[in-house]
C-alpha cells in the first residue's frame, strides 16, 4: 500500500496558480491510478482530476476542467495538479488518493489504496 503525501498549498489571489504535489512511497507508484479530490468547509468532497498508471489516461472535473491539469512522473513518484486561473470556490483542502484501480479512485480508494493527509488551498484577495 502506498503512502501519500500531498504538497504545494497555500494562499493565492484570484486568477493566480499554484502546483499541488502528490509525493507517493511505500509502494510502487505506477501501479496506481492516482486522483485528486477536495473538500470545502461544510461541503461534500468532490472529485477533481484522475491519471491512469503511465499517465496516458487521464479526465478532468467539468467544474475545473480548462484550469486545472494533471500530470505524473513516475521516476519521481509523483503526481501534480496544476491549478490555474484560481477562483475564491476553489478554496479547499485538496486530497490525492492512490488505487489500483482507475475508476474506484475518482470516488474513494479501496483498501488495497491510500489517502494522503491533505493540503490546505486558500483563494482569496
Known amino acids: 500500500q502506498v503512502h501519500l503525501v500531498e504538497s504545494g498549498g497555500g494562499l493565492v489571489r484570484p486568477g493566480g496558480s499554484l502546483r499541488l504535489s502528490c509525493a507517493g512511497s511505500g509502494g510502487t507508484f505506477s501501479n496506481y491510478a492516482i486522483a485528486w479530490h477536495r473538500q470545502a468547509a461544510g461541503k461534500e468532497r468532490e472529485f477533481v482530476a484522475v491519471i491512469g498508471w503511465g499517465g496516458g489516461r487521464m479526465y478532468i472535473a467539468d467544474s475545473v476542467k480548462g484550469r486545472f491539469n494533471i500530470s505524473r512522473d513516475n521516476t519521481k513518484n509523483t503526481v501534480y495538479l496544476q491549478m490555474n486561473n484560481l477562483k475564491p470556490e476553489d478554496t479547499a483542502i485538496y486530497y490525492c488518493?492512490?488505487?489500483?484501480?482507475?475508476?474506484?479512485?475518482?470516488?474513494?480508494?479501496?483498501?488495497?489504496?491510500?489517502w494522503g493527509q491533505g493540503t490546505q488551498v486558500t483563494v482569496s484577495a
Open positions: 488518493a492512490a488505487d489500483p484501480s482507475y475508476s474506484r479512485v475518482i470516488s474513494a480508494p479501496s483498501s488495497q489504496g491510500s
